[in-house]
C-alpha cells in the first residue's frame, strides 16, 4: 500500500492505494502511512481528507504480513505498532479538522484509522467488520478506544464478538460515520465539504473540536469558562468581523426586501 499527500486550496488529501485494492497494513504500508498524516498535519492546510483508491478503504492488518513473519511475528508486530500508532493519534488529535472517505469494505485496524477522524463520510454501499475475533485477536489501531466512546462499551464489545458486517446505514444509526451518501457522489461529497471547511475560520474550528473533545470529561463550570475565552479571542479575529458584517448585511437585505 501506497500513500500520498497533495495539498490545494486548505486541504491536505492523503490518497491510500494498493495494487490489489483492499489496503491492507503491513510495516512498509504503515510507514508510508505515518508519512503522509505527519506532511499532512505539517502542511499550511486547514482541513485533512484521508481517502483510498480500490475497491476498499482499509481492511485493516495484512494476512500475508502477519503469516510471512513466522516465528519473529511477536516482535515485527510491536515494530508494527510503533510506527502504526503515532500515526493514529496525530491523525486524531491534529488540531486541523479531518476528514475520512469511506467506501468498500472497511475492517479491522481500517475502522482505528475511520474513526480517528472528525468527521466520517460513507458510501452506501460499504460494509464495516472488526473481524478481530475470527482471527483470535484483540483489537488495534485505536479501535477499542474509539468505539467504546463512539457507540458505547456494550455495542463495541457486540461488535467484537459477533464479527458482525453491518452496512452504512446501520453504521450511521450506530453512530460510527457522519454521514452516507450515494457511492458516485463520496468524492464530490467529500469534496465540498473539505473545501468548505477549509474556507472558514481555522482558530474557530480548532477552539470548537478541543471543546467538544473535552466535555465528556470536562466540568461544566470549566466547560463554560473555556468556552467563554474561546469565544471573546475568537471574536478579535478579522473572521468574526466579516461573518458579523455579512450577517448585518443579510438582515439588512431581508428587511428590505419586505418593506
Known amino acids: 500500500m501506497s500513500a500520498r499527500v497533495e495539498v490545494a ?23 508510508a502511512l505515518a508519512a503522509a498524516v505527519a506532511a499532512a498535519a505539517g502542511s499550511p492546510a486547514n482541513v485533512i481528507l484521508l481517502r483510498a483508491e480500490g475497491t476498499a478503504f482499509c481492511v485493516g492488518g495484512s494476512i500475508d504480513f502477519f503469516a510471512d513473519c513466522g516465528d519473529a511475528l511477536h516482535d515485527r508486530l510491536l515494530e508494527f505498532f510503533e510506527v502504526l500508532n503515532p500515526a493514529v493519534r496525530l491523525l486524531h488529535e491534529t488540531p486541523k479538522i479531518t476528514i475520512a472517505a469511506a467506501h468498500g469494505a472497511v475492517a479491522g485496524g481500517g475502522v482505528g484509522l475511520m474513526a480517528a477522524a472528525d468527521v466520517v463520510l460513507m458510501a452506501r454501499s460499504s460494509v464495516v467488520t472488526l473481524a478481530y475475533e475470527q482471527l483470535g485477536a484483540s483489537p488495534d489501531a485505536g479501535v477499542s478506544w474509539f468505539l467504546a466512546r463512539d457507540i458505547g462499551y456494550r455495542r463495541a464489545l457486540a461488535l467484537y464478538l459477533s464479527s458482525e458486517r453491518i452496512d452504512a446505514q446501520q453504521a450511521l444509526e450506530l453512530g460510527l460515520v457522519t454521514s452516507v451518501v450515494d457511492d458516485d457522489e463520496l468524492e464530490r461529497h467529500c469534496r465540498e465539504f473539505a473545501l468548505r471547511t477549509a474556507a472558514g475560520s481555522p482558530v474557530a474550528h480548532t477552539a470548537a473540536k478541543r471543546l467538544l473533545r473535552q466535555a465528556p470529561v470536562s466540568g461544566l463550570d470549566r466547560q ?18 466579516r461573518g458579523v458584517a455579512a450577517f448585518l448585511g443579510r438582515r439588512a437585505g431581508g428587511r428590505h426586501a419586505g418593506a
Do not use: M
Request: no cysteine; aromatic share 4%; charged share 35%.
Open 9 to 31: 486550496e486548505g486541504v491536505a488529501t492523503i490518497t491510500i492505494g494498493d495494487p490489489h485494492g483492499r489496503n491492507a497494513l503491513d510495516l512498509e504500508s504503515v510507514r
Open 224 to 241: 463554560l469558562e473555556d468556552e467563554s475565552r474561546a469565544f471573546a479571542d475568537n471574536a478579535r479575529r478579522p473572521e468574526f468581523a
